[in-house]
T-cell receptor
């Protein structure tokens, strides 16, 4: 039973489209994260949030943006998708520094 | 130098074998340590936390050596279902201070 939900699970979209990847958690965690992971490669942090109205960029530069208007919701938006954005996007949440829980991911393909 | 370094493998071992993974971290201020498991095309899932005193969960044993700044994971009596990538994770406090290793890929062979 997942406590952190990502939708869509798979997305194939054309170049130039605006997309929003959804992430919601029901655990009341303050901290939320977005990671990008290419097949067989390591995870890279692209955005994180300490709590409502807090957003920061991660270690890997990304053209995406995020918002945190509600504790449970941390959507990621790409204004104009490009083939270079093709990747898996993983959302995670945590309380303090323990027990990071990951969503099942969104596998994005931009054609 | 990377924050967390792991041997990427792959480790191919027969069923029933014992296999050990090591991971080193570069920052002595690191606070919390974990092993995560990631199956192919799936999200990472917490396998176990790692404590200085060492901890065991069934066939899995994790150890932390703060002086040498390394973490280990031992898997005894390997099962086919243990095949996955094992990620070493280190934190230093703060929302952005979670560091992942590249992962060690394990394949258990019948």
């Amino acid at each position: 039973e997942a406590d952190i939900y990502q939708t869509p699970r798979y997305l194939v979209i054309g170049t130039g489209k605006k997309i929003t990847l959804e992430c919601s958690q029901t655990m009341g965690h303050d901290k939320m994260y977005w990671y990008q992971q290419d097949p067989g490669m390591e995870l890279h942090l692209i955005h994180y949030s300490y709590g409502v109205n807090s957003t920061e960029k991660g270690d890997l530069s990304s053209e995406s943006t995020v918002s945190r208007i509600r504790t449970e919701h941390f959507p990621l938006t790409l204004e104009s998708a490009r083939p270079s954005h093709t990747s898996q996007y993983l959302c995670a949440s945590s309380r303090q520094d323990y027990g990071y829980t990951f969503g099942s991911g969104t596998r994005l393909t931009v054609v | 130098r990377k924050e967390v370094e792991q041997d990427p493998g792959p480790f191919n071992v027969p069923e029933g074998a014992t296999v050990a993974f090591n991971c080193t971290y570069s920052n002595s201020a690191s606070q919390s340590f974990f092993w995560y498991r990631q199956d192919c095309r799936k999200e990472p899932k917490l396998l176990m936390s790692v404590y200085s005193s060492g901890n065991e969960d069934g066939r899995f044993t994790a150890q932390l050596n703060r002086a040498s700044q390394y973490i280990s994971l031992l898997i005894r009596d390997s099962k086919l279902s243990d095949s996955a990538t094992y990620l070493c994770v280190v934190t230093r406090g703060g929302a952005n201070n979670l560091f992942f290793g590249t992962g060690t890929r394990l394949t258990v062979i019948p």
